[in-house]
């Protein structure tokens, strides 16, 4: 009987524990559940942030080869005397010609212009390298961190700049680097260039310009009364008062 | 500016050959047009009779597209008279600017306007006949004589008057600047005596006594004044009475002006009033008065 009881006892202490160890199996099971719920949400967390690790260590690995490549990004201009300028990309985007070449993809072996001398792309070149650190080479395109507004300082180093290329050169230069830049599409170097043959025009009789510019009168007599006739409201000095 | 490059900037082969360097004559038209873009109009107009390139380029609308003030169509429209005048639409940009050059009367003939050629400026002249004159009906103090001496070939007069009041008022789409408002005065009556110009100083009198006031006012609020004797008897002057600022090419504006001296202690006479002349600030003016006094920009009564 007490056997009976033992056995009672102990099948009852035994389901008990058992249903203990149940319990415990349950809770334990639970309890692992929930460290494994944490431990994959952490682990997921962890994840997560070795892939932004990964991603930006590899995105700024990029952008530095990216950066690398850029400055290495340079393009080689040859001028028709087989004078070679190299420049970065971003200085000749200046010349919206050279643009447009790179664009399509045209100039990774190098451009060569063949109307342009040595001595005029090397002018072109200097101008283009100057105005890259100070605005956008006058092209409107928006590169270089100016955008058109300059600080005081800055607009007389550029006028200086503008100033000192131009003065020195002779007539025959200053029209050479005129064709140079209207064929480059360089609106500032045009626009610069163009301003000094007009001041040059100021103040001179038609004959003298035509001594001092080589130009021909192609008018035969007749159209150049009709020309004169053209024009000669623009020179009456009418003065009634 | 197209890139119309023609092969001028060297020839291959050795720099000893001697490259051909670019002369004018090779420049393609646009690349004269934007050289003479940078000169005056009549100085554009005097490089047409250069070469044929010369007078392509000079024609270019986009010279005179920046010559032209900015309301050039509100001005076209003055100058024609309202009329829907299909002209107006196929006048190239330089025939208008030559147009605007014109004398362009409007307000029947009794102002005129015109575009200054050398700056592109608006100047605009208003007749003593848009003026209002206190008296001028009554012929015992003023009336209006014909002259060769006015755009408008007439001139009031002034035999002598104890009040003097003159005002008058313009609206007008001037473009974006500054202006200077004048009133062209003469003391004395100036007519022909054999072919000569002769001038009577018989009813000169009152103008050393007390000076005369003038005064501008804006429908923006701007005003001015000066006051100043008149003098140089014989000859025509232009009295500053000041400075007004236009800062829209596009919002018309009203001035009005007078001219004023009430001293009722003493009389004046032998004046002849021709005109106010409004002109951009700057334009170089004959026969300014020894004894202009500057414009005060105040808001003081007058007397």
Known sequence: MASQDCEAA???????????????AASSRAEKEEQKT????????AKKKEQKTVRVAASSSRAEKEEQKEERRTVRVTSNDGEEFEMDEAVARGSVMLRHMMELGIALDGVTLPIVSGEILALAVSYLRFHRDYDDGGSGYGYGYSYGY???????????????????????????????????????LLRLTCQTVAEKLKGKTTEEIRQTFCIQNDYPPEEEEEVREEISWALEEKSLD | MGAGASSMLGTEGDEGGGARRTVMADLPESCVAEVLLHLDPPEICRMARLSRTFRGAASADAIWA????????????????????????????????????????FDGGTKEFWLE????????????????ITGIDDRRYWNYIPTEESRFHTVAYLHQIWWLEVR????????????????????????KRLGRRVCSPEHIHGWDIKPVWFHLSTSDGQQAQSKCYLEEPGMWVYYHVGDFAVRDSFAPINVKFSMTQIDCTHTKGGLCIDSVLIQPRGIKQQKIPPAYLQCQQTNGSYY
């Not at chain 1, 944490?38 to 967390?45: D, E, G, L, T």
């Not at chain 2, 509100?74 to 050059?101: I, S």
């Not at chain 2, 050629?117 to 209002?132: E, N, P, V």
């Open chain 2, 66 to 105: 920046a010559k032209l003030p900015r309301n050039y169509g509100y001005l076209m429209a003055v100058a024609l008279g309202g009329d829907d005048c299909p002209a107006k639409w196929v006048l190239t940009k330089k025939e208008t600017y030559a147009w605007l050059c014109r004398r362009n009367p």
């Open chain 2, 168 to 191: 008058g008022e313009i609206d007008f789409g001037f473009p974006e600047g500054t202006y200077s408002l004048f009133f062209r005065l003469h003391l004395g009556r100036a007519y």
């Open chain 2, 117 to 132: 050629k050398k700056r592109g400026g608006i100047c605009l002249s208003i007749s003593s006949k848009a003026l209002s």
């Open chain 1, 10 to 24: 102990a099948s009852s202490r035994a389901a008990a524990a058992s249903s203990q160890d149940c319990e415990a």
């Open chain 1, 38 to 45: 944490v431990r994959v949400a952490a682990s997921s967390r």
């Open chain 1, 150 to 188: 300059h600080s005081e300082s800055e607009d007389t180093a550029l006028t200086n700049f503008d100033r000192d290329l131009v003065k020195q050169l002779d007539q025959a230069t200053l029209l050479d680097l005129l064709a140079a830049s209207n064929y480059m599409e360089i609106e500032g």
